[in-house]
Nanobody, 123 residues
Framework: QVQLVESGGGLVQAGGSLRLSCAAS????????MGWFRQAPGKEREFVSV????????YYADSVKGRFTISRDNAKNTVYLQMNSLKPEDTAVYYC????????????????WGQGTQVTVSS
């Protein structure tokens, strides 16, 4: 069983940056594709980014491409999401997820989830 714990969320002004972290335990982290999703109030959970188990490949939603960067440190069992040039529409609870086939962008494809961290971007 894999446990995921996100951190790094908070309140930031538009144009600012945040770095989210997701620490994993209880499994073989280096085996898992890791994804980030987000969910705004009243909206469905949406895909943000995914990184291959080795870290060799990444993929982004069009809405965040060029502003967000996903990375991982398999020695630390941690995946990161660097978010730059934040916009009010990025406001959401951000979740990390583990263990899905490569390039799957639907929440149903992932077997493990963290509890989420709130990101609020003020205008």
């Amino acid at each position: 069983q894999v446990q995921l714990v996100e951190s790094g969320g908070g309140l930031v002004q538009a144009g600012g940056s945040l770095r989210l972290s997701c620490a994993a335990s209880g499994g073989t982290f280096s085996r898992y594709q890791m994804g980030w999703f987000r969910q705004a109030p009243g909206k469905e959970r949406e895909f943000v980014s995914v990184i291959r188990s080795s870290g060799s490949s990444t993929y982004y939603a069009d809405s965040v491409k060029g502003r967000f960067t996903i990375s991982r440190d398999n020695a630390k069992n941690t995946v990161y999401l660097q978010m730059n040039s934040l916009k009010p529409e990025d406001t959401a609870v951000y979740y990390c997820a583990a263990d899905a086939p490569w390039l799957r962008t639907t929440p149903q494809a992932y077997n493990y989830w963290g509890q989420g961290t709130q990101v609020t971007v003020s205008s």
